[in-house]
Every structure is written in structure tokens, then in C-alpha cells.
């Protein structure tokens, strides 16, 4: 089993930046990839980025050179991400989850992102 918790979500005003933090713990050499999806009340939920345990990074077009995720790092049964978002925009307002694929997809419980003035 493995356990996902995402903090760093707040409220920052457009043109401001963020960092996210992910932290898989548990049965974690199970996991192949980590990453990120983001939802809006009312819309379908939009998958942001992800990496893999060898480093490979992936991003939406919506985010590509704004966002940054990092590699995995590994400590024990511990695994961290983080999703440096910059130049935020009032569109990337939402939920974001972080989640670990391992033998199945394992959830965070999200954290809110607000983009305003």
C-alpha cells in the first residue's frame, strides 16, 4: 500500500509562482512514475505532469514551460516530487493531486491552488 500527501497550495496573485510538494510513503518501490492533475468544479480533470523513476518528464501544453517537476527522490520508504509552478495564470485555479503509479494509481487528497488578484 502506499500513502500520497501533497502540500503547498495558496493563493498567489497572476504572475506569481508556487511549489507543490508530493511525499509517497508506504510500499514505494512499487512506484514507476509520479505526478500531477489539476480539476476545476464543473470540468473534467486535466493531467499537468509527471515524471518516472528514471527521470523522463512529461508536461500538458497548458503548463509547458512554466511548470518544472522535479526527479523522485528517494529516502527509505519515502518518495518526494515537487511541481515548481511559475508565471501562474488565473486559469491554472484548481485542485491539484498528486499520484504514484505503482500496481495501481494512488491518490493524494489534493491541494487548492487560487490564481487572483
Known amino acids: 500500500q502506499v500513502e500520497v500527501v501533497e502540500s503547498g497550495g495558496g493563493l498567489v496573485q497572476p504572475g506569481g509562482s508556487l511549489r507543490l510538494s508530493c511525499e509517497a510513503s508506504g510500499s514505494t518501490f512499487t512506484i514507476i512514475s509520479m505526478g500531477w492533475y489539476r480539476q476545476v468544479p464543473g470540468k473534467e480533470r486535466e493531467w499537468v505532469a509527471a515524471v518516472t523513476a528514471y527521470g523522463k518528464k512529461n508536461y500538458a501544453d497548458s503548463v509547458e514551460g512554466r511548470f518544472t517537476i522535479s526527479t523522485i527522490s528517494r529516502d527509505n520508504a519515502k518518495n518526494t516530487m515537487y511541481l515548481q509552478m511559475n508565471s501562474l495564470e488565473s486559469e491554472d485555479t484548481a485542485v491539484y493531486s498528486c499520484?504514484?503509479?505503482?500496481?495501481?494509481?494512488?491518490w493524494g487528497q489534493g491541494t487548492q491552488v487560487a490564481v487572483s488578484l
Open positions: 499520484y504514484a503509479r505503482g500496481v495501481k494509481m494512488y
